[in-house]
């Protein structure tokens, strides 16, 4: 039960800083002005999973594919790099059966 509270208030800080950080959720909007879908907050599905994870729910799946071309820019990401280089986001994709982008280096 312990185990459980620690993982549920860990999850909701990640919830709360990625909502706190709509400045830089909103260059990462900017950076893929190409592809206004680019919003990292509607990935809160996935954050379990990313975080800790066990199953992958079809809304992440949905979210990944709808966000594909965001991946680099939301990697550039001082606030999002790490999650999304991760192993469990690797996994992620790989569920999701998206294949791992190529990022060209930030010019």
Do not use: H, W
């Not at 459980?4 to 990625?18: E, T, W, Y």
């Not at 959720?25 to 996935?46: H, S």
């Amino acid at each position: 039960m312990r185990m459980m509270r620690s993982s549920s208030v860990l999850l909701l800080l990640v919830l709360l800083d990625a909502a706190a950080s709509s400045a830089a959720a909103g260059e990462v909007i900017k950076a893929t002005a190409a592809a206004p879908r680019c919003n990292p907050t509607l990935l809160t599905p996935c954050a379990g999973p990313a975080l800790f994870g066990g199953p992958v729910p079809p809304a992440c799946c949905a979210q990944l594919r709808a966000q594909a071309g965001c991946l680099c820019a939301y990697a550039r990401s001082p606030n999002y790099g790490g999650y999304v280089r991760s192993p469990n986001a690797r996994r992620l994709l790989a569920v999701c059966r998206i294949p791992i982008p190529r990022c060209a280096p930030r010019p």
